[in-house]
């Protein structure tokens, strides 16, 4: 399948996402803050990027904008799963590059689904 980069600063979000994107048969980096994922994703060009946006230091919407503008790593999807659920936030993560905005917690089935179709 393919490389999925996890940037989450939950441990136990961190945990449950790695457990299902494994089950699905992907490969999962996972990073607890943007910075570090920034420099994942530009080292590793993941197949798509699982983003949080309240995270230490760099927002979630930060790091989807500069993952957007920067020509290494413009052409990896940005998937959002927030606990933020206001239209507008959706709209603002759109905005910013993302492709779409998943409102935690999120199904399963639904995630896998939503990944499936973004990196096939």
Do not use: C
């Not at 393919?2 to 939950?10: K, Q, R, Y």
């Not at 999962?28 to 994703?41: R, T």
């Not at 798509?48 to 413009?74: I, N, Y």
């Not at 905005?95 to 779409?100: K, T």
């Amino acid at each position: 399948m393919a490389t999925i980069l996890l940037i989450e600063d939950s441990p136990t979000d961190r945990a449950v996402f790695t457990q299902w994107l494994e089950r699905a048969g992907h490969q999962v980096l996972a990073a607890d803050n943007a910075e570090d994922g920034l420099q994942l994703a530009r080292e590793q060009r993941p197949g798509l990027v699982l983003m949080d946006v309240v995270l230490p230091g760099m927002s979630g919407f930060q790091a989807t904008r500069a993952l957007a503008r920067d020509e290494s790593t413009k052409q990896i999807p940005v998937l959002i799963v927030s606990t933020k659920n206001m239209e507008t936030d959706k709209a603002w993560g759109l905005r910013q590059g993302a492709v779409d905005y998943i409102v935690k917690p999120p199904r399963e089935d639904e995630l896998i689904a939503r990944i499936n179709e973004l990196v096939n």
